[in-house]
């Protein structure tokens, strides 16, 4: 593997003055909402910084961190990079696997990674929505999962979506493992895809069903203005964070824009069941506001990040929700992880600020960055 570009870390003990905090926020959620007036003493450390990757996911394993950013914001890449000492970005696996272009095999070559997530084995996987330009037509090959040996880079499988899968439209967005399945969010189309780990077959679950769809009523407000995109028209995104509850039995998902529901992975997992059976299922969770992505450790608390207020959210397992911390260079910080030393992650991707969404001006504030904020266990 070749240096891609050197990064920027900063002081890891230094103390970051936080910014004015929000207080008496009322975002109309469903639970109770803790101010940040109380929120826990975790100032923000900057990890990294780059300019030619604008990341919006970061995964550990192997004692490594791992980073990707979608190919449509327009950013050299590489699409997915080891953090590694020396203070450099390396092309993961290697360089061949991001050196994708038009007219080139995509079946081992990253198009549009969206997601990293890291299964009970501790392997990674990536997510490839197989879609070069924001809300295009995945490529032959393109849409993918392939899962790696996070020490060696060793590929271990790949997992084509094909048009079934991932159709027009789609757009492959995040992944969960439960046990001998895993459970992806299509945020293009509204579904939900149901993988078995060992088999490889793969069914896409409530299409169209409401708990998957975006609402009018729910527009994303960022800077205080609704996100439109480049027709002008409100963006809506369907089905996009999920996570598994820690027991296993139950699986939480919504629209970027919320609400959030809930059904029971046995419901999931039944391939016999039909899908009117499998639609009863589905019950309301919480009402979440947009968020930029989350994760949920292993004692069913939520953290998420709201797009509104640049704010570090943590839902309890009995629905209060607590304000951890506001900061303006949370700026859509996007899908979060949680380590084991109890830090979480936080990959700054401004997405809001693309050219895209600002009649073909982009107002990104570079380098991006990548943060982190001790949280109790």
Known sequence: MNAIEPLSLHSRGRRVPLASLVFGILLSFGSSIGSAEGAEAAPLRVEATSTTL?????????????????????????????????????????????????????????????????DGEGKLWVVD????QFGGPPVKGGAKLIRFDARTGALLRVYPLGSGL???????????????????????????????????????????????????????????????????????INVDPLEVSPDGKTLYFGPLEGPWS???????????????????????????????????????????????????????????????????????????TLTAEGRLWLPVAQLDRLAQFNHGKSTIRAPFSLLSMKVSR
Request: aromatic residues 8%; neutral net charge; hydrophobic residues 40%.
């Open 262 to 336: 809930q059904v029971p992975t046995e419901a999931l997992d039944d391939a016999s069941l039909p899908s009117e059976a499998l639609a009863a299922r589905v019950t309301p969770w919480a009402d979440l506001p947009p968020i930029g992505g989350s994760t949920m450790d292993h004692a069913g608390r939520l953290y998420f990040t709201a797009l509104k207020d640049n704010t570090v959210y943590r839902r309890e397992p009995d629905g209060r929700i607590v304000a951890l911390l506001s900061d303006p260079r949370l700026h859509w910080a996007d899908a979060p």
């Open 129 to 132: 929505t197989g879609t070069p």
């Open 166 to 236: 991932a159709p027009a439209g789609s757009y492959i967005d995040d992944i969960r493992f439960n046990g001998a399945h895993a459970y992806l969010t299509d945020a293009g189309t509204g579904a939900l895809l149901v993988l078995d780990v060992a088999s490889g077959d793969c069914r896409r679950v409530l299409v169209g069903h409401p708990a998957v769809m975006a609402r009018a009523d729910r527009p994303i407000i960022m800077d205080g203005k609704t996100l439109r995109d480049d027709r002008g028209t409100a963006l809506r």
């Open 54 to 118: 604008d990341w919006n996911a970061v995964a550990q394993a192997a004692g490594r961190i791992f980073v990707s950013g979608p190919r449509w914001t327009g950013f050299p890449g590489p699409s997915v990079a080891l953090l590694e000492p020396g203070n450099r970005l390396r092309a993961f696996p290697d360089r061949a696997w991001n050196d994708w272009r038009p007219g080139l095999d995509a079946r081992r070559k990253f198009v549009n990674v969206n997601a990293l997530h890291v």
